[in-house]
C-alpha cells in the first residue's frame, strides 16, 4: 500500500483536447492519460487514508495518489475534493430550498464555507440533480450536470447504476466521456468487489469534475 502515499505534482503536461474553454472543462493538470487516446485511468478507492474518516482515495496509473476525499461526518452535507497534496479543488453542498433539503448539490471552485445560516458568496460552477424517478419508470438516467445554478439546459446525464459500480457520463450528443467500472485482476479476472472501482475520464471532461461527479453520486445512492 506504499503507492498509494506517493504524492503528485500539478504541474505536468495535459492531453490536447484539454485545453478546451467551458465551465465544466477546468484545466487542472494530471498525469494519467493514456498516450494512445488521451484516456484518464483512475482507480478509486472507497476509503479515506486518514483512520476514523469517510471518503475517497484516487490512485493513477502510476500508483501516484491524484484525489482524496476525507469526510469526518458520515451524513455530512459538505464534502471537500482535494489534489494528492491535500490541496482543495472543489467544495459539494447539499443544497437547501426554504430550509429544507432538496436532491440537488452545488459545487464550488476551491474551498468554501457554506451552511444554512450562513451561505457562501460564492456562486456554484455546476449542480447536480438526482433524478426522482416515478413509481414503475424504467429510466436508467440517475442525474443531470448542469452549468452554473440558473443553466436550464442539462451539460450533462449521468445514467446505468452506481450501486453496481456500472454508470456513466454522457454530453448533449450521447458521447461518453467517463465511466465508472468494477476493477478486475487484468490476470486472474478476481473482483475487487464494491469498495474499489474505475473511473475512466475522457477528452472533453476535466477528472476532478468526473470524479466529484462520483462523490456526489455516493452520496445519492448509498
Known amino acids: 500500500?506504499?503507492?498509494?502515499?506517493?504524492?503528485?505534482?500539478?504541474?505536468?503536461?495535459?492531453?490536447?483536447?484539454?485545453?478546451?474553454?467551458?465551465?465544466?472543462?477546468?484545466?487542472?493538470?494530471?498525469?494519467?492519460?493514456?498516450?494512445?487516446?488521451?484516456?484518464?485511468?483512475?482507480?478509486?478507492?472507497?476509503?479515506?487514508?486518514?483512520?476514523?474518516?469517510?471518503?475517497?482515495?484516487?490512485?493513477?496509473?502510476?500508483?501516484?495518489?491524484?484525489?482524496?476525499?476525507?469526510?469526518?461526518?458520515?451524513?455530512?452535507?459538505?464534502?471537500?475534493?482535494?489534489?494528492?497534496?491535500?490541496?482543495?479543488?472543489?467544495?459539494?453542498?447539499?443544497?437547501?430550498?426554504?430550509?429544507?433539503?432538496?436532491?440537488?448539490?452545488?459545487?464550488?471552485?476551491?474551498?468554501?464555507?457554506?451552511?444554512?445560516?450562513?451561505?457562501?458568496?460564492?456562486?456554484?460552477?455546476f449542480y447536480v440533480r438526482k433524478n426522482m424517478k416515478i413509481l414503475g419508470e424504467s429510466s436508467k438516467v440517475l442525474a443531470y450536470v448542469y452549468d452554473g445554478v440558473y443553466d436550464k439546459k442539462c451539460a450533462y446525464t449521468i445514467e446505468g447504476s452506481y450501486t453496481h459500480r456500472m454508470c456513466k457520463i454522457l454530453d448533449e450528443s450521447r458521447r461518453v466521456l467517463a465511466e465508472i467500472k468494477r476493477k478486475q485482476d487484468a490476470a486472474g479476472g478476481v473482483s475487487f468487489g464494491l469498495e474499489v472501482f474505475v473511473l475512466s475520464v475522457r477528452p472533453g471532461l476535466d477528472s476532478g469534475v468526473a470524479m466529484a461527479i462520483v462523490s456526489l453520486l455516493d452520496q445519492m445512492f448509498s
Open 1 to 125: 500500500m506504499i503507492h498509494f502515499l506517493k504524492s503528485l505534482s500539478r504541474t505536468v503536461h495535459q492531453c490536447p483536447e484539454e485545453l478546451e474553454k467551458g465551465i465544466l472543462k477546468i484545466n487542472r493538470n494530471n498525469s494519467n492519460y493514456d498516450t494512445e487516446d488521451c484516456t484518464i485511468s483512475l482507480t478509486v478507492w472507497r476509503k479515506s487514508l486518514i483512520f476514523s474518516c469517510n471518503g475517497f482515495t484516487v490512485i493513477g496509473s502510476d500508483g501516484s495518489l491524484v484525489y482524496r476525499v476525507d469526510n469526518y461526518s458520515r451524513c455530512s452535507d459538505q464534502v471537500v475534493l482535494m489534489d494528492g497534496s491535500g490541496n482543495p479543488i472543489f467544495t459539494i453542498c447539499r443544497r437547501r430550498k426554504l430550509r429544507l433539503v432538496d436532491w440537488s448539490w452545488l459545487v464550488y471552485d476551491g474551498e468554501v464555507s457554506t451552511s444554512h445560516n450562513n451561505p457562501s458568496s460564492s456562486k456554484p460552477i
